[in-house]
């Protein structure tokens, strides 16, 4: 790392056309699945197998009734939620999870193995609900979080939402990024603008709080721990000020991986999902 930040920031002064360029690859790179095998007992389900153009999906569905989609986060898989699925089962629920391209067992995303953009993991999701239905629900993580977002936007009506850990804001972490790998505003300015040019849509319209009237926003559940390492806490309450219907939960020593795994919650989002009840807007639960 010292190696990348002195070469950097020679970069930022000299050449920051190119630096914006090695910025633009590490930022859309998907970094290695870390997590481990967790054997449980799941009924068999049907796999299936969807295209987003010449690009294949892997997913697999189970049960009947109202469908919940679930959707893992950037550098994860399908697998990450199967906690999930048995409770959702048990209430009633068909559910359907999937690889997003570059992920998993699907094939390389459009910009290459190992490299994806929000619009490409919306565009797996959306061919994913083509096929199975209209989502009662979607349980979603991290930056898939905002790929169901995008989605949303482009006409994908779920009944209700439940965000784990969401990245709501993406822009802050450009300078995240920038502080880490040791480059200043003009590498991470070009970054942006490479970036935005790269995926056909401006930063602006991957900012939740700022974009929520351009949808019909259903109730909404969001679960985070503001000791997160990963994505920040206050994505989650900019969120939560401005949707009509929503509830923040927070919760402490989950970080940003074993929310996925915390009983507690798992039975809150079941309970959430299969409630017919409508929350009361902008509840806030310690």
């Known amino acids: 790392m010292t190696a990348v930040r002195t070469a950097f920031g020679t970069l930022e002064r ?10 633009e690859s590490l930022w859309l790179r998907i970094p290695p699945y870390r997590g481990k095998s967790r054997p449980g007992v799941l009924p068999r389900g049907e796999e299936f197998t969807v295209r987003v153009k010449d690009r294949k999906v892997v997913g697999t ?8 989609y ?15 699925v048995a409770p959702l089962l048990a209430a009633g ?32 999701f959306t061919a994913v609900v083509k096929e199975h239905g209209r989502p009662h629900a979607v349980i979603a ?5 905002a790929a169901v977002f995008f989605a949303l936007r482009g006409g994908v009506h779920p009944s209700r939402l439940v965000f784990l850990a969401p990245m709501t804001q993406p822009t802050p972490y450009t300078a995240v990024f920038a502080a880490t790998l040791g480059f200043g505003e003009r590498i ?16 602006d319209d991957f900012d939740m709080p700022t974009q929520v009237t351009r949808i019909a926003p259903p109730p909404l559940l969001t679960v985070h721990d503001p000791a997160d390492r990963e994505t920040r806490y206050d994505d989650s309450v900019a969120v ?47």
């Open 14 to 23: 000299v050449a920051p056309d190119l630096g914006a360029r090695w910025a």
């Open 93 to 124: 629920h068909r559910v359907v999870t999937f690889d997003a391209l570059s992920h998993g067992a699907s094939d390389p995303g459009f910009l290459g193995p190992h490299h994806f953009t929000i619009p490409e993991m919306a565009s797996a």
């Open 188 to 203: 991470r300015t070009r970054l942006m603008d490479r970036v935005a040019a790269r995926v056909g849509t401006p930063w």
């Open 141 to 145: 993580h991290s930056l898939g979080c």
């Open 240 to 286: 939560a000020k401005v949707w009509p219907e929503s509830e923040l939960v927070t919760v402490k020593d989950l970080g940003h991986w074993r929310v996925l795994r915390d009983q507690d919650t798992i039975t809150r989002a079941v309970d959430f999902v299969s409630s017919r009840e409508r929350q009361q807007p902008n509840q806030r639960t310690a």
């Open 61 to 68: 569905a189970w049960g009947s009734g109202p469908v919940v």
């Open 70 to 84: 679930l959707v893992h986060g950037r550098g994860g898989i399908s697998a990450q939620l199967h906690p999930f």
